[in-house]
């Protein structure tokens, strides 16, 4: 997955607040993970598996916010 899939999530309102309940509104300091990096003679690549984000409800006074590369637990069909 990755960061569209989280804007789309979001902009959806289907990425949800395990506290509040409510849409998650907003994320922050987005970044893909790297499994490994390979340099051979002409020709190199980065192998990424994952991402990981901040996640903050910014519903009311709810004060929740995760910094996970698990952040897909959050998102309901």
């Given amino acids: 997955m990755s960061l569209q899939s989280i804007k789309d999530a979001i902009s959806q309102k289907k990425m949800l607040c395990p506290e509040c309940k409510s849409p998650i ?3 922050d ?3 893909e993970t790297v499994d490994s990096v390979w340099d051979g003679f002409g020709d190199s690549r980065i192998e990424s598996r994952g991402s990981r984000v901040t ?3 910014g519903n009311g006074q709810c004060p ?3 910094r996970t590369e698990f952040w897909s637990q959050y998102i309901e069909e």
């Fill in 29 to 31: 300091k987005y970044a």
């Fill in 64 to 66: 929740w916010q995760e």
């Fill in 25 to 27: 509104q907003k994320y």
């Fill in 55 to 57: 996640l903050i409800c």
